[in-house]
């Protein structure tokens, strides 16, 4: 099956600093979102971002669909932005059901 | 509007016992998504309801099953308990499964 390479693995960042998480897939997706997982568990919404580039405050992302990837900007990092994050999508192949792929996650640390 | 709410929030069983996890999706949404997280598996897909009917089963036991209403209310039932259902699980809620996914915040089962 598709697989999700989420990059690194484990981050840990002076507050104020900036950073950038990848994602790798090893095959055409759709719809990709870009989600932070906070310590009680949920999965908190980020970026839909199916290609382009789209910015949020102190976040943005950017999606190449065709290189299959999506990067994470991350800058000015608060403390509030530790937690697990995922960049789940749709396989190409699947149709319109709903099955997102996860990878492992990305977990940050901000140190105040 | 209301966010998706998941049902109860945590949940102690024993071996052995059944338990059914409820899922109320957007309002609108027709498509709703289980997903189990543990720390060994990461987030793996359970299946997928769109208008009542599972369109999409990942790769678990028969043990695991769900069913969805025509509010599209969704529930999920495990039999047979193990220790190894110890997990979070999360339902995600869209409007026709391959779009933007909106998760609730989760029901924490421990089997003991």
């Known amino acids: 099956g598709i697989q999700v390479e989420q990059s690194p693995p484990d981050l840990i960042l002076q507050e104020g600093a900036n950073s950038t998480l990848r994602c790798n897939f090893s095959?055409?997706?759709?719809?990709l979102q870009w989600f932070h997982q906070n310590p009680w568990g949920q999965l908190i919404n980020l970026f839909y971002?199916?290609?382009g580039t789209k910015q949020n405050g102190r976040l943005s992302a950017t999606t190449v669909a065709t290189e299959r990837y999506s990067l994470l900007y991350i800058s000015s990092s608060q403390t509030t932005d530790s937690g697990v994050y995922f960049c789940p999508a749709f396989h190409h192949g699947s149709g319109n059901t709903g099955k997102l792929i996860f990878g492992q996650g990305t977990t940050l640390q901000v140190k105040p | 509007k209301a966010g998706v709410t998941q049902t109860p929030r945590y949940l102690i069983k024993t071996r052995g016992q059944q338990v059914t996890l409820s899922c109320s999706p957007i309002s609108g949404h027709r498509s709703v998504s289980w997903y189990q997280q543990t720390p060994g598996q990461g987030l793996q897909f359970l299946f997928e309801?769109?208008?009542?009917?599972?369109?999409n089963k990942g790769n678990f036991p028969g043990r695991f099953s769900g069913r969805q209403f025509s509010n599209s209310r969704s529930e999920m039932n495990v039999s047979t308990l193990e220790l190894g259902d110890s997990a979070l699980y999360l339902c995600a809620s869209s409007l026709a499964g391959h779009t933007e996914a909106f998760f609730g915040q989760g029901t924490r089962l421990t089997v003991v």
């Open positions: 095959d055409s997706v759709n719809n």
């Open positions: 971002i199916p290609s």
């Open positions: 309801y769109f208008s009542e009917t599972q369109r």
